[in-house]
T-cell receptor, first 110, second 113 residues
Framework: SQQGEEDPQALSIQEGENATMNCSYK?????LQWYRQNSGRGLVHLIL?????REKHSGRLRVTLDTSKKSSSLLITASRAADTASYFC??????????FGTGTRLQVFP | DVKVTQSSRYLVKRTGEKVFLECVQD?????MFWYRQDPGLGLRLIYF???????EKGDIPEGYSVSREKKERFSLILESASTNQTSMYLC???FGGGDYGYTFGSGTRLTVV
């Protein structure tokens, strides 16, 4: 079962620009998480936002959560070529297991 | 540096073989998970475990089994490998309960020929 869907599927930007990725999900959640995956590697946890939180920051990352719309967004500010990766949202729906979306492929050009 | 280690980075097996994928974590995490990742389908949960000797089916358990005899080790078993099990397999772990992120291994790319 697919819980999260990211939008867009792919995004290309220049270094220094901001990148925004969106995630929609279907059921109520405990928390929502964002992960990064470099090509052919494992996923790296970026940030977790709880269902009672609306916004969270970590370095150049900003995550928002709107539980009424069942959606979240990940903003990467001042992007760098090293941010090139796939980004996944994942939801924990009170079952202590994560359900992942299909991801957004981000390409940052120098 | 805390780690989840998957025993093989690349693996090629023949149809019908029994395949073992091993995953070891050194963080004393209670929960461990096996996902497979396929293009266009994202990550799909195969099996997970909340404790030693415990296992729960995920969304796509058919054709797979698991073993967790020790807290740090979670093995995925393909009883009789088939070509449709060619995929990237990802192991992850986390502390039980509470809002924690997962720690993932580097993945095993399995090709069944």
């Amino acid at each position: 079962s697919q819980q999260g869907e990211e939008d867009p599927q792919a995004l290309s930007i220049q270094e220094g620009e901001n990148a925004t990725m969106n995630c929609s999900y279907k059921t109520s959640i405990n928390n929502l998480q964002w992960y990064r995956q470099n090509s052919g590697r494992g996923l790296v946890h970026l940030i977790l936002i709880r269902s009672n939180e609306r916004e969270k920051h970590s370095g150049r990352l900003r995550v928002t959560l709107d539980t009424s719309k069942k959606s979240s967004s990940l903003l990467i500010t001042a992007s760098r070529a090293a941010d090139t990766a796939s980004y996944f949202c994942a939801t924990d729906a009170s079952t202590d297991k994560l359900i992942f979306g299909t991801g957004t492929r981000l390409q940052v050009f120098p | 540096d805390v780690k989840v280690t998957q025993s093989s980075r690349y693996l090629v097996k023949r149809t019908g073989e029994k395949v073992f994928l091993e995953c070891v974590q050194d963080m004393d995490h209670e929960n461990m998970f096996w996902y497979r990742q396929d293009p266009g389908l994202g990550l799909r949960l195969i099996y997970f475990s909340y404790d030693v000797k415990m296992k729960e089916k995920g969304d796509i358990p058919e054709g797979y089994s698991v073993s967790r005899e020790k807290k740090e080790r979670f093995s995925l078993i393909l009883e009789s490998a088939s070509t449709n099990q060619t995929s990237m397999y990802l192991c992850a772990s986390k502390f039980g309960g509470g809002d924690y992120g997962y720690t993932f291994g580097s993945g095993t790319r399995l090709t069944v020929v």
